[in-house]
């Protein structure tokens, strides 16, 4: 049995994909806009290694201390990882889950004819990382108009919110 639209529409398989020359601050902005969690995860495609990935918790510890943080290339960032892709008509949930767990970022990316149509990831039981959304939101800066970044963005679990909805940076 292929994989359902329900196990991708899960919330703990919520993410954003951007393409890697987003830069941070983009990223974060398009994160804001579609109403993101800081325990969402972030998939930038590699050509070498498929998708790459970390949550946007991660992001920030990874980049917060850097200067000009928000102005890095996504894809020069050292921390991501790379994850499996498999496609949603070869294999069932359960089996997707499996090649998850086994993974260290417990999560695989979900592709229907190539393309990515969503991820599926493994929950531990820990819990998520108390970091305040402010702090990450700085990050987002003067990248918060999104309409010149709408080619940046490949995919998301969920729709971007309208303009007027947006929150502001927090300073």
């Given amino acids: 049995m292929p994989i359902r639209d329900e196990d991708l529409e899960r919330p703990e398989n919520s993410f954003l994909a951007v393409r890697g020359e987003a830069t941070v601050g983009q990223a974060v902005a398009l994160w804001q806009a579609h109403g993101g969690e800081v325990w969402w995860h972030l998939l930038v495609p590699s050509a070498a290694q498929g998708w790459r990935t970390t949550t946007f918790a991660q992001l920030y510890e990874a980049v917060c201390t850097l200067p000009e943080a928000a102005d890095l290339p996504l894809d020069t960032l050292p921390h991501l990882r790379a994850i499996p892709f498999v496609e949603r008509e070869t294999l069932s949930a359960a089996q997707a889950r ?67 909805q947006l929150p502001a940076p927090k300073k």
């Fill in 98 to 164: 499996e090649i998850a767990r086994a993974h260290p970022a417990r999560l695989v990316a979900v592709g229907a004819s190539g393309h990515l149509a969503g991820v599926l990831f493994v929950a531990t039981r820990a819990a998520p990382p108390a970091l305040p959304v402010g702090r990450l939101n700085e990050l987002a800066g003067k990248y918060v108009n999104l309409k010149e970044y709408g080619v940046l963005l490949i995919a998301s679990s969920k729709p971007a919110q309208p303009p007027a």
